[in-house]
Nanobody, 124 residues
Framework: QVQLVESGGRLVQAGDSLILSCAASGRTFSGWRMGWFRQAPGQEREFVATISWSGGYRYYADFAKGRFTISRDSAKNIVYLHMNGLNPEDTAIYYC?????????????????WGQGTQVTVSS
């Protein structure tokens, strides 16, 4: 049973940085794709970033390019999302997702497993 547990979300001020973590368990994830999504109140869940478990493939949403970095520690089974230059528009619940075979990995429907989410709030 795959389990994903996010952590690291909190209240920060505009311009701050934050690192989110996603602890994955339940199987070996070699060959899998991991993703970060976010959902603000009243909005659709939107893609943030995705990474192959090997780390060789990474892709970002336009708003994340240059500000966010996705990475993983395969020894610890943890996927990270490093976020810099946060602004109030980044306020959302951030979710970690996993899927064994993914082509693009930019839509929620492509993923089979989800964490419960971690709240990030950015004050102006």
């Amino acid at each position: 049973q795959v389990q994903l547990v996010e952590s690291g979300g909190r209240l920060v001020q505009a311009g701050d940085s934050l690192i989110l973590s996603c602890a994955a368990s339940g199987r070996t994830f070699s060959g899998w794709r991991m993703g970060w999504f976010r959902q603000a109140p009243g909005q659709e869940r939107e893609f943030v970033a995705t990474i192959s478990w090997s780390g060789g493939y990474r892709y970002y949403a336009d708003f994340a390019k240059g500000r966010f970095t996705i990475s993983r520690d395969s020894a610890k089974n943890i996927v990270y999302l490093h976020m810099n230059g946060l602004n109030p528009e980044d306020t959302a619940i951030y979710y970690c997702a996993a899927k064994q075979f993914v082509t693009l990995g930019t839509t929620p429907d492509e993923y089979d497993y989800w964490g419960q989410g971690t709240q990030v709030t950015v004050s102006s």
